[in-house]
């Protein structure tokens, strides 16, 4: 059977749906995805965003319940949907009070507000970064992993006392066109050889699973509307592990012009977890599967920043510049 036909049919769909972080990597295609489906779309995030003509963006402090509570009055979502984070894996210091306030205080706020409102479905983003819930001492790998194993807790605590109707999409390693963030391994590889740099990188033992970023917005909409979902945990990535030296050696690969990665040229990082995403209960909860394989996803996010770089374009994320 093909991989189409296992899938449930979305039809058009009716509502409101909320996307925290709408302006970011994911959320920005995740609104695009989401508008297609028929839905009236509002982003929310501390920045300043002129928006599209699919989305309604809100600049909102996330941290600040009043502000939260105001919005998800306003608005009233039938489906929420809690991108909006502050993501860095490092276990520096510095990043302790970012991920507590962007990632578990926002996730602490949203619940409350919709707890009183009411809504079809809560989708947040968890990671496979977060310790297992096993017996014994546990020890977080980073601020970030604290922050999300916490803000699950907060949500499985919102879904049994306060009946929000939580689900949780635990995201691997996502990429593709439109990443911002040009500390990220991929659009720094890239950016890196586009301009015949060896990308420096560091043993590049680590195993990862790395999930394209359209396929992470369609499961997000699935766990969003599958009926059985509401409480469970759902694994949004591809189900095979490679190597960060492999990565990064493909895409030098895709752009041919013999630039070769310096391997160890940076320090690991203590305790990094390695994890693989279970796809097949996935497609059994939900109906998805990722659809894009890694060779293809990495071509096409090649050929968005190289035609980025040729048109002079900073930003190939930007929806007027023809990608997310």
């Given at each position: 059977m093909?991989?189409?036909?296992?899938?449930?049919?979305?039809?058009?769909?009716?509502?409101?749906?909320?996307?925290?972080?709408g302006?970011?990597?994911?959320?920005?295609?995740?609104?695009?995805?989401?508008a297609?489906?028929?839905?009236?779309?509002?982003?929310?995030?501390r920045?300043?965003h002129?928006?599209?003509?699919?989305?309604?963006?809100?600049?909102?402090?996330?941290?600040d319940?009043?502000?939260?509570?105001g919005?998800?009055?306003?608005?009233?979502?039938?489906y929420?949907?809690?991108l909006?984070?502050h993501?860095?894996?490092?276990?520096?210091?510095?990043?302790?009070?970012?991920?507590?306030?962007?990632?578990?205080?926002t996730?602490?706020?949203?619940?409350?507000?919709?707890?009183?409102?009411?809504?079809k479905?809560?989708v947040?983003?968890?990671?496979?970064v977060?310790?297992?819930?096993?017996?014994?001492?546990?020890?977080?790998?980073?601020?970030y992993?604290?922050a999300?194993?916490?803000?699950?807790?907060?949500?499985?605590?919102?879904?049994?006392?306060?009946?929000?109707p939580?689900?949780?999409?635990?995201?691997?390693m996502?990429?593709?066109?439109g990443?911002?963030?040009?500390?990220?391994?991929v659009?720094?590889?890239i950016?890196?050889?586009?301009?015949g740099e060896?990308?420096?990188?560091?043993?590049?033992r680590?195993?990862?699973?790395?999930?394209?970023?359209?396929?992470?917005?369609?499961g997000?909409?699935r766990?969003?509307?599958?009926?059985?979902?509401?409480?469970?945990?759902?694994d949004?990535?591809?189900?095979?592990?490679?190597?960060?030296?492999?990565l990064?050696?493909?895409?030098?690969?895709?752009?041919?012009?013999?630039?070769?990665?310096?391997?160890?040229a940076?320090?690991d990082?203590?305790?990094?977890?390695s994890?693989?995403?279970?796809?097949?209960?996935?497609h059994?909860?939900?109906?998805?599967?990722?659809?894009?394989?890694?060779?293809?996803?990495?071509?096409?996010?090649?050929?968005?920043?190289?035609l980025?770089?040729?048109?002079?374009?900073?930003?190939?994320?930007h929806?007027?510049?023809?990608?997310?």
């Amino acid at each position: 059977m093909s991989l189409a036909r296992t899938r449930f049919v979305i039809c058009m769909l009716s509502g409101t749906a909320l996307v925290t972080g709408g302006v970011g990597f994911i959320g920005s295609h995740l609104c695009k995805r989401l508008a297609a489906a028929g839905l009236a779309v509002h982003s929310a995030s501390r920045r300043e965003h002129p928006g599209e003509p699919y989305v309604k963006h809100w600049k909102v402090d996330l941290s600040d319940f009043d502000s939260v509570n105001g919005l998800i009055t306003r608005i009233r979502p039938d489906y929420v949907f809690h991108l909006a984070s502050h993501v860095m894996g490092s276990p520096d210091i510095s990043h302790v009070l970012p991920t507590f306030h962007g990632n578990l205080q926002t996730t602490v706020n949203l619940l409350t507000a919709v707890a009183r409102v009411g809504c079809k479905r809560f989708v947040t983003t968890g990671s496979f970064v977060e310790p297992a819930n096993e017996a014994g001492d546990v020890m977080p790998s980073s601020p970030y992993a604290v922050a999300k194993w916490s803000s699950t807790a907060y949500c499985k605590l919102f879904r049994e006392f306060y009946k929000v109707p939580v689900a949780t999409a635990r995201v691997f390693m996502v990429y593709g066109p439109g990443q911002q963030d040009s500390t990220k391994l991929v659009p720094y590889t890239i950016q890196s050889v586009l301009k015949g740099e060896p990308p420096q990188i560091s043993s590049g033992r680590r195993l990862l699973d790395w999930v394209y970023v359209e396929d992470v917005a369609e499961g997000l909409l699935r766990l969003a509307l599958a009926p059985n979902a509401e409480g469970q945990t759902v694994d949004i990535g591809s189900g095979a592990l490679i190597a960060t030296s492999d990565l990064v050696t493909k895409i030098c690969r895709i752009a041919g012009n013999g630039v070769q990665p310096l391997l160890g040229a940076l320090p690991d990082r203590p305790m990094e977890p390695s994890s693989i995403a279970d796809v097949a209960a996935s497609h059994r909860l939900i109906g998805w599967s990722p659809s894009v394989s890694l060779d293809e996803g990495l071509r096409r996010t090649f050929e968005s920043y190289r035609l980025s770089a040729a048109e002079g374009r900073r930003d190939p994320a930007h929806p007027r510049n023809g990608t997310s």
